[in-house]
């Protein structure tokens, strides 16, 4: 209820909630939403007893490519997102660690031919609960802390 | 048809098949599997031994070798044109591609372009496979055996490209690891934490002198000199005859060449430098390689 005061309600398009506090930024880019036309609702720092803060995004006429959804869900593992038609949530689910995700993350290594190309990595969570990302082209590991540069 | 990018790629029993065929070349097996076929190679930056040998087991094979030893040389580097068009178009020449490339994951990125396999014959500081299965040839055709090889690893393990490739191949082979190494250049956790999953036993060592009469193999890495925080440390990590006073009489010195001063020349005349004979080896494996890709259509 909470957030529906805060943003509004969606007729048809999406509702991603859940998103880990300070992450919205990133979904918003990914999806371009800056020079985009669909009218979009966002909270930010909104209370959640899951995660203490978290934000929202709610977006108007908007489907989303499964590689856009594994794009977000790089930054937004454990996130729901709603499928909203008529104002009825038709189809929902928990976004997962993407195994592999396209032209997204801007490999650090500099001598890397992924600069010249796409990019490509596999993710994985390693024995310390780190989310690790592995460039398919040049097969160094980083932690996904580490990475400072996306292709948005 | 798949060629070879990466050590990762292959498994056990296709990196023993390899083996095997390459001790049949080295006894003297004479094969035309290439007759008619044009390889090309592609080197887009020098390296001139790793070349030769690709050339020269083509050659032996019955093929032809079409390609450039330094991409200085052509129009590729300076046309502009993007490195997939660059690979697209080489791969309309020739059967197969063996690549030399200085960008990380250039392999990798012409396999997927190429309709033709692609050898990777070293893509920056990433891999250069046909390396590490020479290595592990040498181990064998040096002892007679891979599993239970008592294997010293000697120099920079930390950013020796060789070593790594080495390290992720012998898994397979139930070896025993000596990592003689000063602390700053030992190897990663998580490669410590891989090699005790495959349940390899290893150990660190500070020098030559405590271990050397257990070993069968030393395997010596090039001695970069601005790696190592003193010349007093660095020489710790270089071969001398008197390190090699108590070794076992089945002991081997490999070193992926060139060498530096970790290898002085007085070491040639000992019956332990076997590193000449592994270049010797990189022939076998090559044409054992190319024989597998053309006869059965893929290497993995
Ligand atoms: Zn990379």
């Known amino acids: 209820m909470n957030d529906r005061k805060h943003i509004g309600y969606i007729e048809n398009g999406i509702n991603l909630d859940h998103i880990p506090h300070g992450n919205a930024w990133y979904v918003m880019k990914i999806l371009n939403l800056f020079n985009s036309h669909s009218q979009a609702g966002i909270g930010l720092n909104l209370p959640s007893k899951k995660l203490g803060s978290k934000d929202l995004i709610k977006i108007e006429n908007r489907v989303l490519t499964q590689n856009e959804i594994d794009a977000i869900s790089l930054f937004c593992t454990g996130s729901t997102l709603s499928i909203i038609k008529d104002f009825k949530v038709i189809d929902k689910f928990i976004l997962e660690l993407p195994k592999v995700v396209h032209d997204v993350i801007v490999c650090p290594n500099k001598r890397c031919v992924s600069h010249q190309h796409v990019s490509k990595f596999n993710t994985f969570v390693n024995r310390k609960d780190i989310t690790i990302v592995k460039c398919h082209y040049c097969e160094k590991e980083f932690n996904i802390e580490d990475i400072s540069q996306y292709k948005f | ?300």
């Open chain 2, 1 to 300: 048809m798949q060629g070879l990018i990466s050590i990762a790629d292959l498994d056990k029993n296709k990196i023993n098949e390899i083996l095997k065929l390459s001790k049949l070349f080295k006894d003297g097996l004479r094969k035309k599997t290439l007759d008619g076929k044009v390889i090309a190679s592609c080197f887009f930056e020098n390296s001139t031994r790793t070349r030769l040998s690709f050339e020269s087991a083509v050659v032996h094979l019955g093929g032809s070798t079409i390609g450039f030893a330094d991409s200085s040389a052509t129009s590729l580097a300076t046309k502009g044109e993007s490195l997939a068009d660059t690979f697209k178009i080489l791969s309309c020449y020739a059967d197969a591609l063996i690549i030399r490339h200085p960008l990380d994951g250039s392999a990798r990125l012409a396999s997927e372009i190429c309709d033709i396999p692609v050898i990777n014959a070293g893509d920056g500081a990433n891999q250069h496979p046909t390396q590490t299965l020479l290595d592990l040839f040498s181990i064998m055709d040096s002892q007679g055996r891979l599993e239970g090889i008592k294997l010293g690893i000697m120099g920079d393990l930390k950013f020796g490209r060789t070593v790594h490739s080495l390290v992720e191949a012998v898994k397979w082979f139930g070896m025993q690891l000596y990592f003689i190494a000063p602390k700053h250049l030992r190897m990663g956790d998580e490669e410590l934490f891989n090699l005790k999953t495959s349940g390899i036993q290893y150990s660190f060592h500070n020098s030559l002198d405590e271990v050397a009469h257990e070993l069968d193999c030393l395997y010596l890495t090039r001695l970069q000199k601005e790696r190592f925080v003193d010349e007093v440390i660095s020489d710790t990590y270089k071969v001398n005859l008197a390190s090699l006073a108590n070794v076992k009489p089945n002991f081997k010195i490999l070193h992926p060449l060139p060498r530096q001063e970790e290898l002085p020349v007085e070491i040639d005349n000992t019956p332990y430098a076997y590193y000449f004979e592994q270049a010797q080896n990189g022939l076998y494996v090559r044409q054992a390689l190319l024989d597998i890709l053309f006869t059965n259509g893929s290497i993995d």
